[in-house]
């Protein structure tokens, strides 16, 4: 449901042929479900995805990280300010400005605890879904990734 501009309550109409839209409505329910459980923590999807991706790749400059997360660079450093205040990551020193960046103590403490509940997430979203449309969801999400 949504709220119109004049304040009446509306259904969503579920014909709208917006790929696009009807996508992107479809991730904000699947972000919410994510929220709820790693609010828990303290963190973001979005910060959880940095602390494992830093976690498997480190240490990991800021350019080889934009480029798996597929984020701009400076997205990317804007996002990573955050978990750096927090002390969840530290960057060493390099070359120019690709200073490579690993998870301190805390930070690895803090990806694990999210991961048993990013875990939970998966698995409501996985029950909801079933094994045989979970397999042609990843393979359709697959197949627009490489679009």
């Not at 800021?62 to 997205?75: C, V, Y």
Request: charged fraction near 30%.
């Amino acid at each position: 449901m949504y709220i119109h501009e004049r304040g009446d309550i509306m259904e969503y109409k579920s014909n709208i042929p917006c790929h696009c839209f009807r996508l992107r409505r479809a991730g904000n329910k699947l972000t919410e479900i994510y929220n709820t459980y790693l609010a828990q923590c303290g963190l973001t999807p979005g910060q959880f995805s940095l602390l494992s991706q830093i976690r498997q790749n480190e240490p990991v400059n800021t350019s080889r990280l934009a480029e798996i997360m597929s984020l701009d660079r400076t997205t990317l450093v804007r996002n990573l300010k955050s978990l750096e205040r927090e002390e969840y990551i530290t960057f060493s020193h390099g070359k120019g400005r690709e200073r490579p960046i690993s998870l301190t103590v805390t930070g690895k403490e803090k990806q694990a605890q999210a991961e048993i509940l990013w875990e939970q997430a998966q698995k409501k979203f996985e029950n909801t879904l079933g094994s045989d449309k979970m397999e042609q969801f990843r393979e359709i999400l697959d197949t627009i990734s490489k679009m």
